[in-house]
């Protein structure tokens, strides 16, 4: 962030008009970033919301997701889409991940039920899932795809941007993310029904036309809303940090692939599959080892080395310590919480006949991926000497330390 980020901040307070719908000067920055968010992506209808988590709820809600109705989702994901899921009182079934780390198409195939109504494809750690695949299993089967973008904001598969592929998506501005406002999220989709479904979900219940007026009369779109709209501030900040987007990429681009042309040298190291070096958006690395004492001996010797960034110990783990990333670190999944007294929706006779199983080993292809993978934080910022140091650090743990667990070859 620069002073472009500043200057468009103090734009909108000078405009003393900070609400996208109305104001004594509006500025017109939420309706500028919708417009500019679908034009990168090449999708007919973007809306801004406060967060990926409201974009979530408002991209469900607009699918009219509910009791009685079973929703695919990956075991590697964020806490969010399953609170997504269960808060609007449908039932989240686990897939398994394979070596993209996203959803296996073979293990969502063997899950549908007469009872799912859809799949939620999330494009986890930067790079895409197989989004063509899943988008052809969804249709042949009548089922929705929604794509999860939150990690991979601006990636794609051989040209075609990630949220696009399925009925509709959503993405993440939080600070994790490939751009940021701090806070921020976006549902898009190329169906104007649906899109109108979401604009009522996120606001007050109701869609709005031109200049922002509440439509009252457009029944199919009534509803009750989340309050979830974005500000004119926060649009302002994503209107820089989009144009921005391509280079950052284009840097944690550059800093991952020199780490992993290296890293193809070992053959204790698998890397994850890609489908699309250009579509990688590279935030992360993720590198499979043949067992979980290598991992780990690994992963301490890397950090003993000082490739740690981040006081949350987010940068650079074993992927089963990363927290509400995993289905079983989720304390609230593995209780089966309720939304309310009763006990929604574990407990809804419309769902008696779903099968709930989230305690650790449900998924046991994840979970061996979750044992054995070390993930890497790739910031947009390092510079030539930081990639040198991670280069020198892996060289000297992958070669120099003589360890029974690095002898070990990739046998699986
Ligand atoms: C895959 C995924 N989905 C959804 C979200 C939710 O986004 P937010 O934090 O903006 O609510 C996140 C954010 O961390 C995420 O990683």
């Known amino acids: 962030m620069d002073s472009e980020e500043e200057d468009a901040v103090l734009r909108v307070c000078r405009s003393r008009s900070l609400y996208r719908y109305y104001g004594v000067d509006p500025q017109g920055e939420v309706d500028a970033f ?13 809306l801004a919301v406060t967060s990926g988590t409201a974009a979530l709820h408002a991209a469900l809600a607009a699918l009219r997701v509910g009791p009685g109705q079973e929703i695919i ?36 195939r063997s899950l549908i039920t007469p009872r799912t109504a859809g799949i939620v494809l999330v494009h986890m750690s930067g790079a895409p899932g197989d989004a063509p695949q899943l988008a052809t299993l969804a249709r042949k089967h009548g089922l929705f795809l929604l794509e999860d973008c ?58 709005r036309g031109k200049e922002g007026l509440l439509q009252l009369e457009d029944e199919r779109s009534f509803g009750w809303g989340r309050g979830s709209r974005m500000d004119e501030l926060r649009a302002a900040i994503l209107r820089v940090q989009l144009r921005r987007l391509p280079q950052v990429i284009q840097s944690m681009q550059h800093s991952k692939y020199r780490l992993r042309t290296m890293l193809e040298r ?40 000082g490739i740690v960034t981040s006081t949350a110990e987010t940068s650079n783990v074993i992927l089963e310590d990363y927290g ?15 939304t309310d007294l009763r006990g929604t929706p574990w407990t809804l006779t419309e769902n008696r006949d ?22 890497l934080v790739i910031p947009s910022s390092l510079c030539n000497q930081d990639e040198e140091d991670l280069l020198a650090a892996f060289r000297e743990v992958l070669e120099t330390v003589s360890s029974p667990e690095l002898n070990v070859g990739l046998s699986r």
């Open 34 to 46: 919708e417009r500019e968010f679908s034009a990168f992506l090449g999708i007919r209808h973007a």
């Open 73 to 108: 989702v990956p075991a590697y994901m964020w806490v969010s889409v399953i609170a997504a899921v269960v808060n609007l009182g449908a039932i989240p079934v686990l897939a398994e991940i394979d070596d993209t780390f996203c959803l296996d198409p073979q293990s969502v």
């Open 150 to 207: 939150a990690q991979c904001v601006g990636g794609s598969i051989h040209g075609q941007m990630v949220g696009t592929f399925g009925d509709i998506a959503i993405f993440s501005f939080q600070m994790n993310k490939n751009m940021t406002s701090g806070e921020a999220g976006c549902v898009v989709t190329n169906n104007e029904s649906l899109y109108r479904k979401a604009l009522s979900a996120h606001d007050c219940g109701y869609s």
């Open 266 to 305: 070992y053959k204790q190291v698998q890397l994850r599959r890609v489908f699309d070096i250009a579509g990688d958006t590279s935030c992360f690395l993720l590198t499979i080892l043949p067992d979980p004492v290598t991992a780990r001996a690994i992963n301490e010797r890397l950090r003993a080395h």
């Open 324 to 338: 509400l990333h995993i289905y079983f670190n989720i304390p609230a999944l593995q209780k089966k919480i309720g």
């Open 354 to 375: 779903s099968i709930h199983n989230y305690a650790r080993g449900a998924c046991p292809q994840s979970d061996d991926l979750f044992s054995r993978t070390q993930l």
